[in-house]
């Protein structure tokens, strides 16, 4: 066995910083993300996707809209050891990020990176858009 085959697989480590470290964008900002990808343990990175996007989490289906994407594949950006990038969208009108009591809506920066040899790795960070106050639970007082 090589020691490719012995050693155990180590998920990469991806740190992402917002360019406003609260995370809270309005409707048509500009969202800057840089990226760095470490500890890939020498596996040869293939490419890295950068995306921004929407989903909705709750009751009934599932809904998801994607902003923004893009996959990076120049072998001259791929070294083996770790990856740094950066990436930028303007924000649309809507949706807007939102707390229901049934539903949610998240906007999320996601960094796919894919290994030589079919193996891939997704991390995925959370922002806000919007300043819509959670739902609450309203009680009706009877009379």
Do not use: N
């Amino acid at each position: 066995m090589s020691d490719a085959q012995d050693r155990p697989v180590v998920s990469p480590r991806i740190d992402v910083q917002f360019d406003r470290p609260q995370r809270r964008y309005q409707a048509g900002d500009r969202v800057v993300v840089r990226y760095t990808i470490d500890e890939c343990q020498g596996d040869r990175i293939h490419a890295v996707e950068q995306s921004m996007l929407w989903y909705t989490e709750g009751k009934g289906e599932e809904d998801l809209g994607v902003h923004m994407f893009r996959r990076v594949a120049d072998p001259a950006m791929m070294p083996p050891r770790a990856a740094v990038g950066d990436f930028f969208a303007h924000l649309p009108r809507s949706p807007l990020s939102y707390e229901g009591l049934i539903v949610k809506v998240r906007w999320c920066v996601r960094v796919r990176v894919f290994f030589e040899g079919a193996r891939d790795y997704v991390s995925e960070h959370v922002f806000e858009v919007g300043d819509v106050p959670p739902a609450r639970v309203v009680h009706m007082r009877s009379t």
